[in-house]
């Protein structure tokens, strides 16, 4: 039997790293930014058809959220326009798509968990730009998947577990934000997720996030717990901490497929005894 070959666009980054240990029985061709410009339809159809991917999962992003409020043009060009491509090419040559956007694309003003029905309303760019690319998979394929993550922490690149493990290195009094409530996720619980989606035809939108949720300062005082570190945390709000994108109040997301994801405290612990 032939095996299924998946293609991984954003190969480099958190989720590329962990998807590619658990597809160890697949056929992969993993690229990141340097193997692909996804803004360039041409480049997109071009690589594509060359591997003619079983599932293409796009995973490639401008994910700095501050960063995209200075770089507008960048966030819709890559967000918007690259997902544009690889959705029009995934349809052009059958591949399966599984497109991973962000809790970034609500408004954060619902009093409990989001839905996979419930309409997005983003508050800042890099939200609108993952929310434009949802509407162009729509727009392009009819049988898609559309994967919702939040707060996503990974062995590869930057991440929150990272920052505060390195600032607790220097420092006893660290000021954590305490008024926005989140789902972290392990990436390789979201890679082992996606492993047992895209075996189905269970297309549309989904939430994959670990299980339960916390404050960004609930989420620091587990990650200084679990590692013993004597730091004490000074809770703030999202005010006094000046950051130039807005972010949503409430970004928990509920997940409603069966396909379920661990408690998000399981998940952190395991990840730290291995970072």
């Known amino acids: 039997m032939k095996k299924m070959t998946i293609c991984i666009l954003g190969g480099t980054g958190q989720l590329g790293h962990e998807l590619m240990k658990v597809m160890k029985d697949k056929k992969v061709v993993s690229l990141g930014k340097k193997n692909l410009d996804i803004t360039k339809l041409d480049e997109v159809y071009k690589t594509l058809k060359a591997i003619r991917p079983d599932v293409v999962i796009h995973a490639a992003a401008f994910t700095d959220v501050d960063q995209c409020e200075d770089k507008p043009e960048l966030a819709f060009k890559v967000n918007t326009q690259g997902t544009k491509n690889v959705s029009i090419v995934a349809g052009n040559l059958g591949s399966k798509l599984i497109y991973v956007s962000t809790d970034y694309v609500f408004d954060g003003k619902k009093g409990s968990p989001y839905n996979e029905t419930d309409l997005p309303n983003p508050i800042n760019i890099y939200g609108m730009s993952k929310y434009e690319g949802e509407i162009e998979v729509q727009k392009n394929l009819e049988e898609y998947f559309i994967v919702r993550t939040a707060w996503l922490y990974g062995h590869q690149g930057k991440n929150f577990v990272k920052t505060i493990l390195s600032l607790t290195s220097s420092n006893t009094l660290l000021k954590v934000v305490d008024d926005q409530i989140g789902s972290p996720t392990y990436a390789l619980d979201l890679a082992e997720a996606l492993k047992k989606l895209l075996v189905t035809e269970d297309y549309g939108i989904y939430h994959f996030i670990n299980e339960g949720n916390c404050t960004w300062c609930d ?17 703030t709000t999202s005010t006094e901490i000046q950051r130039k994108a807005k972010r949503p109040q409430n970004s928990t997301l509920s997940n409603n497929s069966s396909i379920k994801l661990r408690l998000w405290q399981e998940a952190l612990k395991e990840y730290l005894s291995n970072e």
């Open 219 to 235: 989420f620091a005082k587990e990650i200084i717990k679990i590692k013993g570190i004597a730091a004490k945390l000074n809770p």
